[in-house]
Nanobody, 127 residues
Framework: VQLQASGGGLVQPGGSLRLSCAAS????????IAWFRQAPGKEREWVSF????????YYADSVKGRFTISRDKAKNTVYLQMNTLKLEDMAVYYC?????????????????????WGQGTQVTVSS
């Protein structure tokens, strides 16, 4: 299994970026995908998640209404559209995948529940 994250870059506050997570060795029908981010000196935090069974999206409160997660099963790729970017969104963004059965309903927020990780893509928000 490989996850290839891309699409990061430098953007001004209020700008937009679209991140991509291209997956190989798995299918999105059976693997859930999440985006996490990690700013310098901070813990890796959950940002968004898309459920494998039906593509239902979930968002952290800090990005709700600004970020949109989606998937293209034909391309085996998950996207994170990030709009109205803020300084506090600046971080390395990672995609993660897991196909296991989980026993608690909010497992997707826990970085330790994911078996596979991409390499990360830097998002810099600066004027």
């Amino acid at each position: 299994v490989q996850l290839q994250a891309s699409g990061g870059g430098l953007v001004q506050p209020g700008g937009s970026l679209r991140l991509s997570c291209a997956a190989s060795g798995l299918t999105l029908d059976f693997y859930a995908i999440a985006w996490f981010r990690q700013a310098p000196g901070k813990e890796r935090e959950w940002v968004s998640f898309i459920r494998s069974s039906d593509g239902k999206p979930y968002y952290a409160d800090s990005v709700k209404g600004r970020f949109t997660i989606s998937r293209d099963k034909a391309k085996n790729t998950v996207y994170l559209q990030m709009n109205t970017l803020k300084l506090e969104d600046m971080a390395v963004y990672y995609c993660a995948a897991d196909g296991s059965v989980h026993t608690f309903s909010t497992w997707y927020k826990d970085k330790y529940e994911y078996h596979y990780w991409g390499q990360g893509t830097q998002v810099t928000v600066s004027s």
